[in-house]
């Protein structure tokens, strides 16, 4: 059983900093590309930032300058610095992992973290 648990989400005003953290549990042995993506109300699930494996990153253009993705793959982790942050940033982040290789030797696709909030006021 693997699965993603992030944390940092909160309560921000506007122009100010969030740090976002999402580890990974379970007998892995590699995650491939890692990301964060968002869900505003009444939007649909979009991508905030991804990063391989590899450290290539790759932003939405609205976040670009102001969020920074990094990962840790001696801790299965992917953070998200947000600084700068609008109105318009507020929304469920969710962590995203694409593929996973297990202890076990198989793979696992598309894993989900269960979200958290984060609310920008202005």
């Known amino acids: 059983q693997v699965q993603l648990v992030e944390s940092g989400g909160g309560l921000v005003q506007a122009g100010g900093s969030l740090r976002l953290s999402c580890a990974a549990s379970?007998?892995?042995?590699?995650?491939?590309?890692m990301g964060w993506y968002r869900q505003a109300p009444g939007k649909q699930r979009a991508m905030v930032a991804t990063?391989?494996?590899?450290?290539?990153?790759n932003y939405q253009d609205d976040v670009k300058g102001r969020f920074t993705i990094s990962r840790d793959n001696t801790k299965n982790a992917v953070y998200l610095q947000m600084n700068s942050l609008k109105a318009e940033d507020t929304a469920v982040y969710y962590c995203h992992a694409d593929r996973m290789y297990l202890v076990s030797r198989r793979w696992v696709v598309d894993i989900w973290g269960q979200g958290t909030q984060v609310t920008v006021s202005s």
């Open positions: 379970g007998s892995i042995s590699a995650i491939l590309t």
């Open positions: 990063i391989t494996s590899g450290g290539t990153t």
